[in-house]
């Protein structure tokens, strides 16, 4: 690094050492060595405020990190982004550096990973920090400088270099990426300082909202209900003539819910309630029915069970818990102990309107610190998809979580991470 009196300059520095950051780091000291600098003669920094980089790598997917996700990188696209121009903007990023570019990279250091039957990728040691530490070797092996306690404030473009402060020093630099990340988990160090920064660069940015988080209810769950899971429902939710839905399986938590179909709607449903005000969720039991089937399947139960109760029928159902049962029974208004001899038409409707329809309340809030990531970031309009190079100032790079996409759950953040740092670091000239 070279000492410019009061300045230390680097040739490459990049703010934030999340896996995006790291990324950029390495792909860009892999590219200098191709064009020949020898490490000493080019010098790539990253300046992360925590104590260590990878904060977020080391409490991934509950401490075992689902690293990325299996299958070839347009099924990626489709299963882990789910708007076109998200997948549009991170295709190149993808296909530059993919998941097995991935994997190849930290296998390289000893780490074994294993694929689930889901598709998901973890460590085949189940430790999330075993994947820190195959970056950490692999930044070491690249040279990169990591200076760590170093928060950036801002950033300023002056004739021809870019000039960085942290609290107590002054950096420059030819090129300056930008990786820090989205506002979720503020604890960890994302509190939106690079939005800023990119602001001060001419830069848009969609507010930033949760996403992958859970959904607190106005009034809380009953004791009987938290901790129960509810397989492979679809949760609804309405907002002022709105309705947005995902089908999958569902916890009931002490607040409200969570599980993933809750964790991938949460962000549409910040997206509404933003807008419209009042949320309504709703969970339906027989998404896989119409009106018409499922009262039809009553009706032909009825005609042969006529002296079974209905909530024996409702607690033999899979995708019904037994907590609900008599919860449904009172939505409905058929008495606990009816048969499916005594119940009439006007009841048998109610009884399918609830089973599609259980109202389970309005939503309070959308906890943005507890979302595994943050809706929202730089407008993608405004980044080449093809460098990661901001359209606003030459040199100046834009990676990761900062940017304004959101991938689903099953290891789709950190690829995307990855693969959009690689290619910031990878596009540098
Ligand atoms: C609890 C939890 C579990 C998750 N599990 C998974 C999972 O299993 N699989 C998956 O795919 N995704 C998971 N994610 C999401 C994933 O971790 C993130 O999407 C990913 O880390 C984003 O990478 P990034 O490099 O863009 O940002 P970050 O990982 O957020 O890194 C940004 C870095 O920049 C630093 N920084 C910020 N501001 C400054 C500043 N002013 N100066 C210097 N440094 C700064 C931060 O300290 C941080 O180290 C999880 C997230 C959380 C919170």
Request: proline letters at 3%; charged letters at 25%; hydrophobic letters at 40%.
């Amino acid at each position: 690094m070279r000492n410019f009196s009061d300045r230390i300059h680097s040739d490459v520095l990049i703010i934030g050492g999340g896996p995006s950051g790291i990324c950029a780091a390495i792909a860009a000291r892999k590219k200098a060595r191709l064009r020949g600098f020898a490490d000493r003669d080019f010098q790539v920094t990253i300046l992360e405020r925590n104590q260590r980089p990878g904060v977020k790598i080391g409490i991934s997917g509950g401490g075992k990190c689902n690293i990325t996700h299996d299958g070839a990188v347009d099924e990626l696209l489709w299963k882990g982004f789910i708007y076109k121009p998200e997948q549009r903007f991170l295709r190149h990023a993808l296909y530059a550096f993919s998941n097995k570019d991935l994997l190849e990279l930290i296998e390289r250091q000893g780490l074994r990973t294993v694929v689930r039957y889901d598709g998901r990728v973890f460590p085949g040691s189940g430790c999330a920090d075993d994947v820190l530490k195959a970056f950490e070797k692999e930044l070491l092996n690249s040279s990169i400088q990591v200076l760590t306690g170093e928060r950036v404030k801002r950033a300023e473009n002056r004739d021809g270099f870019f000039a960085v402060m942290t609290e107590t020093k002054e950096f420059s630099a030819d090129v300056l990426v930008v990786a820090t990340g989205g506002v979720s988990y503020p604890q960890t160090g994302t509190r939106g300082d690079g939005l800023n920064i990119a602001r001060s660069f001419g830069h848009r940015v969609e507010k930033p909202l949760p996403a992958l988080a859970p959904i607190y209810l106005d009034r809380v769950p009953s004791q009987m209900l938290v901790g129960v899971s509810l397989r492979n429902v679809t949760l609804k939710v309405t907002c002022d003539g709105n309705c947005v839905s995902r089908t999958g399986d569902l916890l009931v938590t002490h607040k409200g819910i969570s599980g993933p179909a809750c964790l991938s709607l949460s962000r549409d449903v910040a997206g509404i309630q933003e807008k419209d005000g009042e949320c309504r969720v709703m969970i339906d039991f027989f998404s896989n029915y119409s009106a018409e089937a499922l009262e039809k399947k009553m009706q032909d139960h009825a005609f042969a069970n006529g002296r079974q109760l209905i909530r024996r029928f409702l607690q033999q159902q899979d995708s019904i818990p037994s907590a609900f049962v008599p919860l449904i029974m009172r939505q409905s208004g058929i008495d606990q102990e009816k048969k499916w001899g005594n119940l009439n038409k006007k009841a048998r409707r109610s009884l399918e309107h609830t089973l599609h329809n259980f109202d389970f309340g309005l939503v309070k809030t959308i906890p943005l610190e507890a979302g595994e990531v943050s809706a929202g970031g730089i407008v993608l309009k405004e980044v080449n998809p093809k460098t990661m190079e901001s359209k606003k100032c030459r040199n100046l790079f834009l990676c990761g979580e900062l940017l304004d996409y959101t991938g689903e759950i099953g290891g789709f953040n950190l690829q995307a991470a990855f693969s959009t740092g690689w290619l910031a670091g990878w596009s540098i000239h």
